[in-house]
């Protein structure tokens, strides 16, 4: 990082540091606060500008766990949460690390969409990059800005597609500095490696456009050409200025999103969480739910509420894992039924997109099927029909999913999977208590944002969050402890596997689906280790041993602790 160098002597680490008094306090990856013994005091010119007491980290971890707690409401520790990060990051991540239950729903999912809605309101100080259309001819300028030599993840978003909300323009940053937090917090890839961008090409949110206190470009976004010249001048410069950089697409509008993934998979080390994260956790959440239904994979009927990038990323790794069980690349394609806003997708229909089209239903297929009318197949007549073994939901539709529908699949379906992961929890499909109630308890049940225990057989029961976080900080910190060239799809199917193999439920039919949060750092290891390998297997990262990979894996893992500092000129 600027300003300091790690060094070690007699086997310890300990940082070579060259800024002093404000300037050193200033920085929030070096600062320690009262944390400063006194031998830096004295080095770094701290006597005076501190109080007395030298607090250790412990000390200071229970004084910023007790004012977060204090806050009155998820947004309010939102943003103490974000001036902490600004403030000490060793700190900011060590809080997350030991409160993660309590501090993932809002450094992420489901608080920061209400941070991301009011960013404009809330704004404080910079933290990453934002490189406005304005600025198109200037990309390699910003970039070079010595602050960001040592960046290893970056993660991008046009604030287009925020979660479930919509256009969120230059408030979009916040699911970025979200998504690194996680990178360092659950996998342990050190913050002065990271760096969030927001590529501002505007916004058609008129609210926005009319709020005088909007940081952001207030312009209509470009499209068409514009806005991919503008993509390709980004990716351009990235590549000259970061060889090795791991970048992860973040949020962006679904006619967008899938083509910018194609463009440039094959260029540099990226991919689209939205699309390939969402399709790993889901597919990993499955493959454990398997060892609780006992319904082969080969065997499931999958309905997909939500077409999108999501909906289609999720059926296409699922299908792939179908194919390694046996099954042809027809017979797995027959088991997904898609359903979007026209309805069930089938062959013929018009404006069908190119990501779609794998998963559109032969009609001749239905010919015996019952409908409500002939001119659209709703959900009801796909659960009636098709009689599916899982139901997930990316649709962004709350209570899409109906007592009446949820009650019609459990009719057919001993134990039926049901996954309403739209985020936030104002967009979820159902919530966890009613799909309880409406399957007799029977449903497995795996959601999109955090929700409070259920009832289970009289006993409190975790609610298992699919979150990403169980995948892509783990992918994130495999791919860049081998410097993988490329992002493959095998790699994602690797992490998936890796998460079902880390699921209490292997063991115990009647635990949960997913491991509990507080041991995120390890499943995230065990994807790291996965997603690794299989990146030297492809060819795509120095060919190493499976000792050498968990090395260098390791070695990549930082925890939030102070290191000594010697001052240097």
């Known amino acids: 990082m600027k300003h300091a160098k790690l060094q070690f002597e007699n086997g310890k680490p300990y940082l070579e540091v060259n800024i002093t008094d404000f300037d050193l306090i200033s920085n929030s990856l070096l600062n320690k606060g009262t944390g400063f013994p006194e031998d830096e005091r004295i080095a770094f010119n701290l006597f005076g500008v501190l109080p007395p007491q030298q607090a250790t980290l412990s000390i200071q971890l229970a004084r910023s766990y007790e004012m977060f707690k204090s806050k009155p409401n998820d947004l309010a520790k939102y943003l103490y949460l974000r001036d902490l990060q600004d403030s000490n990051e060793t700190l900011y991540y060590r809080l997350i690390v030991e409160h993660v239950e309590e501090t993932m729903p809002i450094v992420y999912t489901p608080t920061v969409g209400a941070g991301c809605q009011q960013y404009s309101h809330i704004y404080r100080r910079p933290r990453g990059i934002y490189i406005a259309y304005p600025y198109k001819d200037r990309i390699d300028e910003i970039l070079a800005n010595p602050r960001f030599n040592h960046v290893e993840a970056i993660v991008v978003s046009d604030g287009e597609r925020i979660l479930g909300l919509g256009d969120q323009g230059a408030g979009g940053m916040g699911i970025p500095v979200g998504k690194l937090a996680l990178y360092s917090a659950c996998a342990g890839i050190h913050p002065a490696t990271t760096l969030p961008i927001l590529l501002d090409c505007g916004t058609n949110n008129p609210e926005l456009i009319n709020d005088p206190l909007y940081i952001g470009w207030q312009h209509e976004r470009i499209r068409g050409k514009e806005y991919d010249d503008f993509i390709d001048a980004f990716v351009t410069a990235l590549k000259k200025r970061y060889p090795h950089v791991l970048l992860q697409w973040e949020d962006f509008a679904q006619q967008n999103a899938n083509p910018i993934l194609a463009r440039y998979r094959n260029q540099l080390c990226t991919f689209n969480d939205d699309i390939q994260g969402t399709a790993a ?62 309805g069930l997708l089938l062959e013929g229909m018009p404006n069908i997109m190119s990501f779609q089209q794998p998963f559109l239903q032969q009609k001749t297929a239905l010919a015996n099927w019952k409908l409500a009318n002939d001119s659209t197949i709703s959900l009801e007549d796909v659960v009636k029909n098709a009689k599916p073994t899982v139901l997930v939901g990316v649709s962004g539709q709350p209570g899409i999913f109906t007592e009446t529908i949820i009650r019609e699949m459990a009719k057919n379906v001993e134990r039926p999977v049901i996954f309403p992961l739209s985020n936030p929890t104002s967009r979820c499909e159902a919530v966890p208590t009613d799909l309880m109630k409406w399957t007799d308890e029977r449903a497995v049940i795996g959601t999109g944002s955090p929700f409070d225990n259920i009832t289970k057989k009289g006993k409190s029961f975790r609610v298992d969050q699919t979150n990403n976080c169980y995948i892509f900080p783990g992918m994130g910190l495999g791919l860049i402890a081998v410097k993988a060239k490329l992002v493959t799809d095998k790699m994602f199917m690797a992490a998936a596997k890796a998460l079902a193999a880390a699921s209490p439920a292997k063991s115990d039919p009647e635990a949960n689906l997913l491991p509990p949060l507080h041991t995120i750092r390890d499943v995230s290891y065990q994807v790291a280790f996965a997603v690794a390998k299989e990146a030297v297997n492809a060819g795509l990262a120095n060919k190493l041993s499976d000792q050498e990979i968990e090395t260098a894996v390791r070695k990549k893992m930082w925890f939030p602790e102070y290191l000594p500092y010697k001052r240097v000129e």
């Open 281 to 342: 956790v889901a597919t990993g959440t499955l493959l454990a739910a398997i060892q609780v239904t006992g319904v082969p994979l080969k065997d499931q009927r999958i309905v997909i509420v939500g077409a999108g990038s999501a909906g289609c990323g999720i059926s296409s790794l699922i299908m792939r894992a179908m194919i390694d069980e046996g099954l042809s690349e027809s017979e797995a394609r027959s088991r997904f039924y898609l359903i979007d806003r026209p």
